[in-house]
């Protein structure tokens, strides 16, 4: 509690306080059973604890579906008792569960009287289809709304995030799977109206808690693959500290270059991967090789040079990279068939290995070196432009000069700066060569 600012908490009290009015005047029985606020606001806190508990993520169909069936008072208070007494993981301080209960509470309500003020009552009662999606829809608006603007302004009293900035990407972020709840709570609120009644409205909560089950998957599955590529590239960081950041920026090159070239952003996250990878083969090669001193031997050199096979070898079993594996393995090959390991000519090159292989040359030039300075953006640009068509791709480094052009390069780590002298692995190069 100490670490909460008094700002902060000034502003937590007020949008409490606000709900507290959004309360008022108590919903009545004649308006609002009370049945059906105890039965929404018992199956939100159980289907709150589920989703937080297995799947940690949030679960609006029963809150949006309490402002389609019942006054925006008695909407507002169906999310109180699961953000007070929360029973899911370790109990938050009191004024965490404070702001969550009020922030609901605000959001429903709004919900609910957009709902109701645009006639959507007698359309859910009524199932009339398609009138019922339109004030459900602008409810879901007004519900998205409510959540954006409390969210950006305890951003920027708590956090200090400049306003310009508090409330960007917020509400398009939280708009789409936000609607999808909502049409789970306009199902739901549809077959609690219907001779039915709400028991057939809890069978809609199934599909959406298998969705959820399935998005909760897709992520634990991607934060392994995260972790993966991140305890990979650790280890390559570890043996040759030298190129410390520089598998970070080839992956942000690629990107650039990917999404340049009108990729679909599943390619371009092969391509990131790609990058971030392309010389985890180093682990293959012998540390006193990598940090070698003096220049190094035609039989060391072709050891080196084995790195792109050692790497392909290592994540072949790692089927989630897709084509990255083979932009591992490729991205020392040149147009002209001079590169390595297998000397394969234009298009028999993989294309993600064409992208790696400027981007991995762009950041070898851009980055700042013990032995050398940073080359600039354009004379990078300029040099790989020379050896476009025997060395790269033209359309890959075409990309990379428009991608510059548009967003800059503003790479977070530009240089290692603990070594004191070049190692024999990457001599200087007077054009980007086959970079290392």
């Known amino acids: 509690m100490e670490a909460v600012p008094a700002r902060a908490r000034c502003y937590v009290t007020c949008v409490a306080l606000l709900a507290l009015l959004c309360l008022l005047p108590l ?23 589920l989703v937080r508990r297995r799947f940690a993520g949030t679960f609006y169909p029963v809150l949006l579906a309490g402002a389609f069936l019942l006054p925006p008072p008695a909407a507002a208070l169906v999310p109180l008792p699961a953000a007070l007494f929360p029973c899911a993981g370790p109990r938050s301080a009191p004024l ?13 309500w709004g919900a609910s009287r957009v709902h109701w003020a645009l006639g959507g009552r007698d359309a859910v009662t009524g199932a009339d289809f398609p009138y019922a999606l339109v004030p459900a829809g602008a409810a879901v608006l007004a519900f998205c709304l409510v959540l954006t603007v409390l969210d950006g302004g305890i951003r920027v009293v708590a956090e ?56 909760a998957q897709y992520h634990r599955e991607r934060a392994a693959h995260q972790a993966t590529i991140r305890a990979l590239v650790r280890a390559v960081d570890i043996k040759d500290g030298y190129t410390r950041g520089h598998s970070e920026r080839v992956g942000h090159a690629s990107v650039l270059i990917g999404r340049e070239l009108g990729m679909d952003e599943e390619r371009v996250e092969v391509l990131r991967f790609a990058g971030i990878l392309h010389d985890v083969g180093k682990l293959g090669v012998p540390t006193r090789l990598l940090r070698k001193d003096g ?28 084509e990255a594996r083979a932009a591992i393995l490729h991205h020392h090959e040149r147009l002209d068939g001079s590169g390595y390991p297998y000397g394969l000519v234009g298009g028999q090159i993989p294309e993600c290995a064409r992208v790696v292989a400027v981007a991995d040359a762009f950041d070898a030039m851009t980055s700042t070196r013990s032995y050398r300075r940073a080359r600039p953006v354009a ?12 060395q790269f791709d033209p359309r890959m480094v075409t990309a990379l000069r428009h991608a510059l052009a548009r967003y800059g390069w503003h790479p977070a780590v530009t ?13 200087v ?4 060569g086959p970079p290392r």
């Open 415 to 427: 240089a290692d700066e603990t070594p004191h002298q070049a190692p024999a692995s990457e001599p």
């Open 429 to 432: 190069p007077s054009s980007p």
């Open 379 to 390: 004379a990078a640009v300029e040099e790989l432009e020379r050896c476009a068509g025997t």
């Open 160 to 215: 200090r995030v400049p306003p310009r900035r508090a409330w960007r990407g917020l509400l398009s972020r939280s708009l789409g799977p936000v609607a999808v709840h909502g049409l789970a709570g306009l199902m739901m609120a549809v077959l609690w109206r219907s001779p039915y009644g709400p028991v057939a409205a809890l069978l809609v909560l199934l599909p959406m808690c298998v969705s959820c089950w399935v998005f």
């Open 295 to 322: 220049p190094l031997t035609p039989e060391e050199r072709r050891v080196i040079e084995l790195h792109p096979e050692y790497g392909h070898e290592m994540v072949r079993g790692i089927t989630f990279l897709g």
């Open 27 to 49: 919903p009545t029985a004649s308006r609002a059973p009370w049945w059906a606020l105890a039965l929404l606001a018992a199956l939100y806190a159980g289907c709150d604890h």
């Open 96 to 108: 965490r569960r404070l702001w969550r209960a009020a922030q609901l509470a605000l959001a429903v």
